[in-house]
């Protein structure tokens, strides 16, 4: 019998929806996840997005609900809020930290890692689960100008996958609307109410805000 990889998504959120803004197309997360538990043993799917606090209401949520519903593992940090030399008020956030712990903690259990990031800054991880046997496979895209995907990184991984060439198979059907996608939020944040966090307390998730790869204004 054939061996079945062991394989985890990393999915960084803000990266991804920058990707997918610039080709043109939004992802259905249902099909996303049977693309790959087509290839293998689907471990986990980590999904890394940031929540900005004290926002009654963010277009996120529904996306973020459905998603811990629906099998992935959604994790997330506070955001934080400055204003910039022009006095724009800015949302920064970033989830390198949280995805790279993952993934490291994950790795004795994995044959294979699929990052969903073009993040440079992400190359350092890539060679770190190399050298504990995982094989790592880049989802991001050259078909922009400029490319979204790092030099560094694509030198590094494995694998690159051109998302170009996965959008038959994750691409949003015209029909099928699921949740709202991350097109819905650009520059935005989930913000959630003080207190306990409302997904920790009502899905048992990890909860934080971040905000992926650029940062909001108004």
Do not use: C
């Not at 803000?14 to 939004?26: I, M, R």
């Not at 030399?85 to 970033?94: E, L, P, Y």
């Amino acid at each position: 019998m054939a061996h079945s990889p062991k394989i985890a998504l990393f999915i960084d959120g803000v990266n991804l929806y920058s990707t997918t803004k610039v080709l043109g197309f939004e992802i259905d997360f249902r099909r996303l996840l049977k693309e790959f538990q087509s290839r293998g043993q689907l471990m986990r799917a980590f999904y890394y997005t940031a929540l900005v606090e004290d926002q009654e209401y963010s277009s996120i949520r529904p996306l973020v609900d459905w998603l811990a519903y629906n099998g992935y593992r959604v994790v997330t940090k506070p955001a934080k809020e400055f204003t910039d030399s022009a006095g724009r008020r800015r949302v920064k956030g970033n989830m390198d930290i949280e995805l790279a712990i993952d993934a490291m903690e994950l790795a004795p259990h994995l044959d294979e890692m699929v990052l969903f990031s073009g993040d440079g800054d992400f190359r350092p991880l890539v060679e770190a689960m190399q050298r504990k046997g995982v094989r790592v496979t880049v989802v991001s895209t050259i078909q922009s100008q400029p490319g979204m995907i790092a030099d560094e990184l694509r030198r590094q991984t494995d694998e690159f996958l051109d998302i170009v060439h996965l959008i038959p198979r994750i691409g949003r059907e015209g029909s099928e609307r699921a949740p709202r996608s991350e097109s819905s939020y650009r520059g935005r944040v989930e913000r959630g109410p003080r207190g306990p966090a409302p997904l920790e307390s009502r899905y048992g998730i990890r909860q934080g805000g971040d905000e992926e790869p650029g940062s909001s204004e108004d």
